[in-house]
Nanobody, 125 residues
Framework: VQLQAYGGGLVQAGGSLRLSCAAS????????MGWFRQAPGKEREFVAA??????????YYADSVKGRFTISRDNAKNTVYLQMNSLKPEDTAVYYC?????????????????WGQGTLVTVSS
């Protein structure tokens, strides 16, 4: 599975950005996709995840982004989105998308076997 993330950029505090992650290759083996972020000098942390199934989906969010970020997916396009609103300077980080062949422990980095390259989000104050 190959993942391509894009949509990062520079935005002022309070603004919005939408990140996209397009999956290609053996996408049928992925059951969930997630977004993580890594700020300079910090560990990579969980942001949001969505389990994927033709009967429905479940979403998960870090407390720090609940109510501001929304994860969604378009199964037909094999693409996952992260809509980020009310951005804060502390949201500045490189954002990574990831895919998992399972739906357990989706808040853990180790649950994801496939990672895309990062896309930088910079929020100015």
């Amino acid at each position: 599975v190959q993942l391509q993330a894009y949509g990062g950029g520079l935005v002022q505090a309070g603004g919005s950005l939408r990140l996209s992650c397009a999956a290609s290759g053996r996408t049928f083996i992925t059951d969930a996709m997630g977004w993580f972020r890594q700020a300079p000098g910090k560990e990579r942390e969980f942001v949001a995840a969505i389990s994927i199934s033709w009967s429905g989906s479940s979403t998960y969010y870090a407390d720090s982004v609940k109510g501001r970020f929304t994860i969604s997916r378009d199964n037909a396009k094999n693409t996952v989105y992260l809509q980020m609103n009310s951005l804060k300077p502390e949201d500045t980080a490189v954002y990574y998308c990831a895919a998992a062949a399972g739906t357990l422990e989706l808040l853990r980095k180790s649950s994801y076997g496939y990672w895309g390259q990062g896309t930088l989000v910079t929020v100015s104050s």
